[in-house]
């Protein structure tokens, strides 16, 4: 049974950071691919940053620069360090898995998904 359990979320300035992590069990981080996605009330929900097997990452344009999406196979969990954060910025996260070795973009190409943190930048 695989659970994936975020935390980090909170309300923060404008310009400030937020760490994100996602604690897997029953699921190795390091076996496939694993990424972060928020909730957009048009787009639905959207990738922010995606970490492939061998630790090649990808970045919505919107973030890149800002974010840094990062795990830890010891700790076997997941982050996204938020950085220069902006009100846009504001969203349900939610940390997701899926078994292929690479990520793909689109929210249905994932298997696993958390219960989503909140982030509220103002």
């Known amino acids: 049974h695989v659970q994936l359990v975020e935390s980090g979320g909170g309300s923060v300035q404008a310009g400030g950071s937020v760490r994100l992590a996602c604690v897997a069990s029953g699921y190795l981080v390091s076996s496939g691919c694993m990424g972060w996605f928020r909730q957009h009330p048009v787009k639905g929900r959207e990738a922010v940053a995606s970490l492939d097997g061998d630790l090649t990452t990808r970045y919505a344009d919107s973030v890149k620069g800002r974010f840094t999406v990062s795990r830890d196979d010891a700790e076997n969990t997941l982050y996204l360090q938020m950085n220069n954060l902006k009100p846009e910025d504001t969203s349900m996260y939610y940390c997701?898995?899926?078994?292929?070795?690479?990520?793909?973009?689109?929210?249905?190409?994932?298997?696993?998904w958390g219960q989503g943190t909140q982030v509220t930048v103002s």
């Open positions: 997701a898995a899926a078994r292929g070795w690479y990520c793909g973009a689109q929210s249905f190409e994932y298997n696993y």
